[in-house]
């Protein structure tokens, strides 16, 4: 059994990460999911929310959204629409995405077509706040 995982994050237009790490925790449909080497191979679905990993005693934070996770001989392979470092994350975009949303969603019935996209881009701007309150510790 390895002592470390490889890690790689990708997004439709980049490779975001690629590294040797001791741990991710990802934001999987059902619930967060953690792996540790030798995790038993596994493919799954990730939601929008904070993926994080740890190397030695620093832990990272990337805002996620949507995409997959799969384990396989201690490899982590990530595939997500957007990623986003901690300290990449622009505080006062997201605040102002936020806002948008809110706004959105007020002026918005539940039956409304839009009103699904706005929940989501409201999830988004609120975890990608989250995330930018986190550096690497």
Same mark, same amino acid.
């Given at each position: 059994?390895?002592?470390?995982?490889?890690?790689?994050? *990708?997004?439709?237009?980049?490779?975001? $990460?690629?590294? &040797?790490? #001791?741990? @991710?925790?990802?934001?999987?449909?059902?619930? +967060?999911?953690?792996?540790?080497?030798?995790?038993?191979?596994?493919?799954?679905?990730?939601?929008?929310?904070?993926?994080?990993?740890?190397?030695?005693?620093?832990?990272?934070? *990337?805002?996620?959204?949507?995409?997959? $996770?799969?384990? &396989?001989? #201690?490899? @982590?392979?990530?595939?997500?629409?957007?990623? +986003?470092?901690?300290?990449?994350?622009?505080?006062?975009?997201?605040?102002?995405?936020?806002?948008?949303?809110?706004?959105?969603?007020?002026?918005?019935?539940?039956?409304?077509?839009?009103?699904?996209?706005?929940?989501?881009?409201?999830?988004?701007?609120?975890?990608?706040?989250?995330?930018?309150?986190?550096?690497?510790?």
């Amino acid at each position: 059994m390895a002592d470390k995982l490889t890690l790689q994050l *990708v997004t439709p237009y980049k490779r975001v $990460l690629s590294a &040797e790490v #001791d741990e @991710v925790t990802a934001p999987g449909s059902i619930g +967060e999911l953690g792996v540790l080497p030798g995790h038993t191979p596994l493919l799954t679905t990730l939601k929008i929310g904070e993926l994080s990993y740890r190397q030695g005693n620093e832990t990272y934070h *990337v805002a996620v959204n949507w995409g997959y $996770l799969e384990v &396989e001989n #201690d490899k @982590v392979n990530v595939l997500v629409e957007t990623a +986003e470092p901690a300290d990449e994350i622009d505080l006062g975009r997201a605040k102002a995405a936020l806002g948008r949303a809110e706004e959105a969603l007020k002026k918005l019935s539940s039956e409304d077509k839009e009103f699904k996209v706005m929940e989501a881009a409201l999830e988004r701007a609120m975890i990608r706040i989250q995330v930018a309150g986190k550096k690497a510790r």
